[in-house]
């Protein structure tokens, strides 16, 4: 079995190629990441000299070097992580988003078409659901709620779950999406909410909060994630969608709180909103349960434990992340 896995350098996809290398050790797993701000060789530095795995640098909206790679390794599986994944970042500039999210997906799609493929799993995002209202918590995003992007990070990811689905009904790609809620743990690029606010605490810096702090997420422990993607991408009905989610619901300054509360100090910051700020996440994971057995397993006191430790323990691996650009750029932003 050979598997390609997209932006493995990066957060998710980086975890579950530990995941997938760990649970299966006779599968052959290649890489391709762009090596944006957002990717770390050094998430995949316990797997760089593993005779299974090999890593490639490549922008997947490169066609001529996305079509040699398909070519010369013959994946029987693409996994489809590589994004742009920050949602500020996209309200600064789109352009990047719409090349990356959606020509990278189209031409990852037109490589399966044209060399074959057994499965094409695209990693997508409850966002391109757009919000909930944060007074009815009797609704959920289920599988048929409609799109209804707000950022351009979610227009970009609803648009290639778009193509996804088109590329299966015109062309017959044996392709699976899964839309995940709010993921947390290891190897977390130090500009979301939960990573952000561990490493202020740890660097003495203000935590800071949008608005009032009362937008809710569903927070997932990544490898939670991980097992429902192996799951989907193993036993998953083609050209079916697949809510994830962690039945744990908690308002930004909750989670903020439960930050300081683990690490005994940390100050809040309130900060002027993002614009369009979505305001409830909410998944219906129905589905995947009934269809695939699948269920969350670690709980947010547990997972968010795990966390702080994993960052108390790798402060190399974030540190660097703190330096030159990026020091400039998480002056103007927070969180998620
Ligand atoms: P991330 O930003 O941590 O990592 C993205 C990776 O993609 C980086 O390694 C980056 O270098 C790489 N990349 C970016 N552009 C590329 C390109 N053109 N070609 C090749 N590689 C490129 O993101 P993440 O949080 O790990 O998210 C992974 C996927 O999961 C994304 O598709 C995201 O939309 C989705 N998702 C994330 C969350 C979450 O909470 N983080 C929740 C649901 C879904």
Redo the contacts with the bound molecule.
Sequence with gaps: MKIIV??G?????GNFIHYLLKKYAEYEIIC?????Y??NLETLDLMINNPHFNFIR????DRRLVYKIFEEEKPNIVIN??????VDRSIEDPAIFLR?NVV?TQVLLDACRHYGIDRYHQ????EVYGDLPIDRPDLFFTEETPIHASSPYSAS?ACADLLVQAYYRTYGIPVTISR????YGPYH?PE?LIPLMITNVLNDKPLPVYGTGENVRDWLYVEDHCTAIDLIIHRGKVGEIYNIGGHNERTNLEVVQIIIKELGKGEIEYVKDRAGHDRRYAIDSTKIENELGWYPAIEFNDGIKRTIQWYLNNRQWWEKFNSGENKKYYKSLNTL
Aim: negative net charge.
């Design positions: 997209t932006g350098a990066g957060f998710i996809g391709i990441d762009k090596l944006t957002a990717g490549a922008d997947i909206a992580f590589a994004a742009e994944s920050h990356t990278g990693v997508s995002t409850d990811k995940c809620s709010n993921n690029y979301k």
